[in-house]
């Protein structure tokens, strides 16, 4: 039964008519969590449809780690606007298979909205799903690439950056002191009051 | 970045010359893009302040308007007085540049001639035939006046809150609520947010960000709009709070957490 229901919905996004009745049909096929629905999800990324593509990220998202294989395989293919919805997908799942395609988003792609969203990404990696050997190694590149987040131009990746360590290292606390340092040493030539902040916040919520 | 291949020196000398009026005008937008506080760059936009060479089909100074809009982002007083000058400028968009300008400025000179522009009220706040706006800047005006802290314009102010254009009575409140900090004024803000149109929702984003209407915190992060102008917004919540609380507060803390939920 629900597998007929995945389907009619998977027909009605793609025959919805306009913006609004896709942005309906996405909703509901994300709704119903079904692992059938990702091809059809990650088809709405390149629709050029911000609405829909919200509903598809969220859709993806819930549906985890099952997503990544099929995602990384399309996302190279894909038009800009896709690969940025997908980066928003992979940084809300945290899969490290996705990890190289974070790294180089938080600190190559030139929107800040898909610097920020894979910044704050890399403070949520699965660590326990890489193999012991390679996670040390691993979140020492993480930890230099989102050091390297606090120099960007935009106040919104800094913040994203500020964030995604002070998740590192809840993850990881043999990592919070050489955090501590930089973001101790970063705030005092931070112009912005509100990275200030959120600088004190992480802070205290590593004590 | 490609527009930081000039350099301050050459950003100067495009906008003395002469010649090559696309030249002029960009180099205007590039010094208050960059921030170029020199001297030498204030008063280079001071004399473009007064050009004459570069004009709009409709009559307008696009060069006037672009160092209008520059001299705002630079800081330098000596820059409101040319401003004020500006303000009766026949040109509807230089009018506007320098109000948007003096409110940067935080110059209490500007709040009497920007108030003068109110003058007729709401019955004279009407589109001008033939073409897309008002006959004058009213939302850059009520907006300086309410960052300005022109609390003897509250009363010329509050009839706009029913002015027909929706961002013009947004304005308004904004204003309003800067000057009297009365939550009914942040709450018809919070009531734009549920608007069906996506241009005024953004509008009101941006209205309650400069506002710093602390209670609409929750309503910005939930309504529908693209996360940036979300997070501008609550961003400009935090930095209120912050003015009044420097230190780490229950209040702040809230704003942040909606902002990473919103990264």
């Not at chain 1, 099929?70 to 800009?80: I, S």
């Not at chain 1, 935009?154 to 994203?160: F, G, K, L, Q, S």
């Not at chain 2, 506080?37 to 280079?44: F, Q, R």
Request: glycine share 6%; with cysteine; charged share 20%.
């Amino acid at each position: 039964m629900s597998k007929m229901n995945t389907q009619s919905l998977i027909d009605a996004v793609n025959n919805a008519t306009s913006a609004l009745t896709l942005l309906k049909s996405v909703q509901a096929l994300a709704e119903q969590q079904d692992p059938a629905a990702i091809s059809t999800l990650i088809a709405v990324l390149g629709y050029n449809n911000p609405g829909a593509a919200v509903a598809a990220v969220d859709g993806l998202i819930s549906l985890g780690q099952v997503v990544v294989p099929q995602l990384l395989e399309q996302v190279d293919g894909y038009n800009y606007g896709a690969r940025a919805w997908a980066v928003r997908v992979f940084a809300g799942i945290g899969d490290p298979r996705a990890l190289d395609l974070l790294i180089t988003s938080a600190l190559e792609d030139f929107s800040p909205s898909v610097r920020r969203a894979a910044a704050k990404g890399l403070g949520n990696i699965l660590w326990s799903q890489l193999p012991p050997q390679d996670i040390a190694k691993a979140q020492q590149k993480v930890l230099d690439s989102l050091f390297l987040t606090l120099n960007d131009g935009e106040w919104i990746v800094r913040y994203a950056g500020v964030v995604g360590l002070e998740s590192l290292g809840k993850s990881n606390p043999t990592l919070i002191e050489s955090i501590t340092t930089k973001l101790t040493e970063i705030k005092q030539q931070e112009p912005e009051i509100t990275i200030k902040s959120r600088i004190d916040l992480a802070l205290v919520n590593f004590v | 970045m490609e527009e930081n291949s000039l350099t301050v020196e050459k950003a100067i000398a495009n906008l003395q010359q002469t010649e090559d009026l696309g030249q002029r005008y960009y180099a205007a937008w590039w010094l208050g893009r960059f921030r170029v506080k020199d001297l030498a760059a204030i008063t280079a936009l001071l004399e473009a302040l007064e050009d004459c060479e570069d004009r709009a089909p409709d009559g307008g100074y696009p060069l006037r308007r672009n160092a209008a809009r520059a001299l705002g982002k630079l800081g330098n007083t000596q820059a409101v007085e040319p401003l004020i000058g500006c303000l009766s400028n026949p040109d509807y968009y230089l009018r506007e540049a320098a109000a948007q300008a003096l409110e940067m400025l935080q110059d209490p000179r500007a709040i009497p001639p920007l108030q003068e522009l109110l003058t007729g009220g709401v019955a004279a706040a009407q589109i001008v035939p033939g073409k897309p706006h008002l006959t004058q800047p009213y939302e850059a005006i009520i907006e300086a006046l309410g960052t300005l802290k022109a609390t003897n314009a509250i009363s010329t102010i509050e009839p706009f809150l029913e002015h027909f254009i929706p961002k013009v009575q947004y304005a308004a409140a904004r204003a309003l609520y800067q000057l009297t900090e009365n939550p009914v004024y942040g709450e018809m803000l919070v009531k734009a947010l549920t608007t069906n149109e996506l241009q005024l929702r953004r509008s009101a984003l941006i209205d309650l960000g400069a506002s710093g209407y602390l209670p609409s915190a929750e309503a910005i992060a939930t309504t529908f709009a693209e996360n940036s102008l979300k997070l501008l917004s609550l961003k400009g919540l935090l930095e209120y709070q912050l003015s009044h609380e420097p230190n780490l507060s229950p209040r702040s803390i809230e704003i942040m957490q909606l902002m990473d939920g919103l990264l």
